[in-house]
C-alpha cells in the first residue's frame, strides 16, 4: 500500500502518504507536480512534449491527470525538468506506477461509461461529499430494493445479471461511508424524491428507514428540502461538490445528464455552487426538523 511508504521530504513524498485517493487522485497528483515542475523551469508544453515524443495536448493531459503515466514518460520528462537525484526520482516513478493501478471499479468498467468512471474515482478520493438531490435518494444511501427500482428506469432491457452487478457496484461506493477512513456525506434530499413511490410501498418504507437509521450517524449530515420551502437557491437542479484533504486537488462540482457529464473544477466556477449548496443548507429544514419530517413520513406509509 502507499500509505506504507509513509512520509519523507522528498518532494512528492507526501503524496506517497496519500492513501485514500487511489488511482484517479494518484494521477492529478502526480500531474499537478509535473506541472509544478514545468513551470519551474520556464519549460513549454510543446518542449515538454517533444521530449517524450508527444504533443503539447498530452502533456496537458498528463498535468491534469486525465491519462494513465508511462514510466519511460515520467523519467524523461524529470530529466528534462532536472530531477536528477535518484531517491527524488524513484519516488515520482513509483509514484507513476501506483497511479497506473487500476481502482476496485475497475472490475465494473464494462458497466461504467468514461464520463462516469472518472467521477467514481474521484469519489473514491473525497473527504468530503455535498450533494444535492431532487429526483432520487442519493444513490451513496439508497437501499438495495430502492437502487434496484432505480436502476431499472435506465436499464430496463438489461439482464438480471447486469442489473445485479450495478446493484454491487453501487452497494460498494456505499460501504466506503461507514468505513473508517470514509467521507463526511452531506446530503440534501427534496421532499418529491422521498414522495416519489419508487419501487412499492414497502420499498419506500424500508428506504425511509434506512434514512432514519443514518440520522444517528456522527460522518453523515441529512437534510430535507420540504415543498414548504417553495423556491430555493438550487433552482438550476442537483448536482454534488467533492472536497479532498490533498492541497493539490481542487474542488470538483459534478452534475450527470442522461448521456454525459459535467465537472468543473476551476475556483471561478465552483464557487458559485459552493455558494449556493450553503445558501441550501440554511434553507432547507435543520437535521432535527429532517428526521421529524421522516418519522412522520414514516407514519404516513
Same mark, same amino acid.
Given at each position: 500500500m502507499i500509505s506504507a511508504l509513509g512520509q519523507d521530504d522528498?518532494?512528492?513524498?507526501?503524496?506517497?502518504?496519500?492513501?485514500?485517493?487511489?488511482?484517479? %487522485?494518484?494521477?492529478?497528483?502526480?500531474?499537478?507536480?509535473?506541472?509544478?515542475?514545468?513551470?519551474?523551469?520556464?519549460?513549454?508544453?510543446?518542449? %515538454?512534449?517533444e521530449a517524450i515524443r508527444a504533443s503539447h495536448a498530452k502533456i496537458s493531459r498528463l498535468e491534469l491527470g486525465r491519462v494513465g503515466f508511462k514510466t519511460r514518460?515520467?523519467?524523461?520528462?524529470l530529466t528534462l525538468y532536472g530531477v536528477t537525484e535518484p531517491e527524488e526520482r524513484g519516488t515520482f516513478l513509483l509514484l507513476a506506477q501506483q497511479a497506473n493501478t487500476p481502482g476496485w471499479w475497475?472490475?465494473?468498467?464494462?458497466?461504467?461509461?468514461?464520463?462516469?468512471?472518472?467521477?467514481?474515482?474521484?469519489?473514491?478520493?473525497?473527504?468530503?461529499?455535498r450533494t444535492y438531490e431532487i429526483q432520487f435518494v442519493?444513490?451513496?444511501?439508497?437501499?438495495?430494493?430502492?437502487?434496484?427500482?432505480?436502476? +431499472?428506469?435506465?436499464?430496463?432491457?438489461?439482464?438480471?445479471?447486469?442489473?445485479?452487478r450495478r446493484i454491487a457496484l453501487? +452497494?460498494?461506493?456505499?460501504?466506503?461511508?461507514?468505513?473508517?477512513?470514509?467521507?463526511?456525506?452531506?446530503?440534501?434530499?427534496?421532499e418529491a424524491a422521498l414522495r416519489r413511490p419508487l419501487g412499492g410501498t414497502k420499498v419506500m418504507r424500508a428506504q425511509v428507514d434506512r434514512l432514519l437509521e443514518l440520522?444517528?450517524?456522527?460522518?453523515?449530515?441529512?437534510?430535507?428540502?420540504?415543498?414548504?420551502?417553495?423556491?430555493?437557491?438550487?433552482?438550476?437542479?442537483?448536482?454534488?461538490?467533492?472536497?479532498?484533504?490533498?492541497r493539490d486537488l481542487p474542488d470538483v462540482v459534478y452534475m450527470e445528464q442522461l448521456t454525459s457529464a459535467l465537472y468543473l473544477d476551476k475556483r471561478e466556477e465552483t464557487d458559485p455552487y459552493m455558494k449556493v449548496m450553503d445558501r441550501l443548507c440554511v434553507e432547507a429544514a435543520t437535521v432535527v426538523e429532517s428526521r421529524r419530517f421522516l418519522d412522520a413520513l414514516r407514519k404516513e406509509m
Open positions: 522528498t518532494p512528492g513524498g507526501h503524496i506517497l502518504a496519500y492513501a485514500r485517493g487511489g488511482p484517479t %487522485a494518484l494521477r492529478i497528483l502526480l500531474g499537478a507536480h509535473l506541472r509544478r515542475l514545468r513551470t519551474a523551469k520556464g519549460i513549454t508544453r510543446e518542449d %515538454a512534449g514518460d515520467v523519467s524523461d520528462l475497475h472490475k465494473y468498467s464494462d458497466l461504467l461509461p468514461t464520463w462516469f468512471e472518472l467521477y467514481v474515482g474521484l469519489e473514491e478520493a473525497a473527504s468530503i461529499i442519493p444513490g451513496l444511501i439508497q437501499t438495495e430494493d430502492y437502487a434496484r427500482a432505480v436502476i +431499472m428506469l435506465g436499464h430496463s432491457e438489461a439482464s438480471a445479471e447486469e442489473i445485479d453501487r +452497494m460498494t461506493r456505499q460501504r466506503r461511508i461507514t468505513s473508517p477512513d470514509g467521507p463526511r456525506l452531506w446530503a440534501l434530499v427534496d440520522t444517528e450517524s456522527p460522518d453523515i449530515t441529512l437534510q430535507v428540502v420540504p415543498f414548504g420551502q417553495g423556491g430555493h437557491a438550487a433552482a438550476g437542479g442537483p448536482f454534488t461538490i467533492l472536497r479532498f484533504t490533498e
